[in-house]
């Protein structure tokens, strides 16, 4: 059982000056979502997510989770990594069938290349990254593109979200 105790404003200790200094959180989560679609037309040429880069300091460590709606065909499929700065190292947790043949769980170097099959429909891929930054700052990127060019649009879809959680 839970007592609560009941304190009047007089027994509160006094605010204090106010600060401009901005509120540090332990562990911020942090919520990044696509607000418009992004298309790549036959091309395998990674290019940047417009909505999905995340400046980070040095020395942190970061989790990041990835939920991409996309579409493309059956030829061209999806392929992505993620860029990280230079002295940084970082981890990729795929679940899933891609399109490079991975089943199940694979852990590979965040900048490792992988990709999902398409079908023409909308699909959701989820995938892990965990990244512990080195003694420089930077971007961490995530790069996409169509992993067999073909003339048909590859779609990362409106609403698809990262969310990234600084350890601490």
């Known amino acids: 059982m839970v007592t609560l105790k009941r304190v009047r404003r007089s027994d509160a200790p006094p605010l204090g000056k106010v600060s401009a200094v901005p509120l540090q959180l332990s562990n911020p989560v942090l919520y990044f979502r696509k607000t418009a679609d992004q298309t790549v037309t036959n091309s395998t040429t990674l290019v940047n997510d417009a909505r999905f880069e995340l400046p980070v300091g040095a020395r942190q460590t970061w989790t990041l989770e990835f939920r991409l709606l996309f579409s493309s065909s059956a030829v061209a499929n999806i392929k992505w990594q993620i860029t990280i700065p230079a002295l940084a190292t970082g981890r ?60 048909s649009n590859t779609i990362v879809r409106q609403d698809s979200l990262l969310i990234a959680t600084r350890i601490v």
């Open 92 to 151: 990729l947790r795929f679940a899933g069938v891609g399109a490079n043949g991975l089943n199940g769980e694979s852990e590979v170097a965040a900048s490792s290349v992988q990709g999902a099959s398409g079908t023409g429909a909308n699909k959701l891929v989820v995938f892990h990254a965990h990244v512990v930054m080195g003694t420089t700052a930077g971007d961490i990127i995530l790069q996409w593109a169509q992993n067999t060019a073909e003339a």
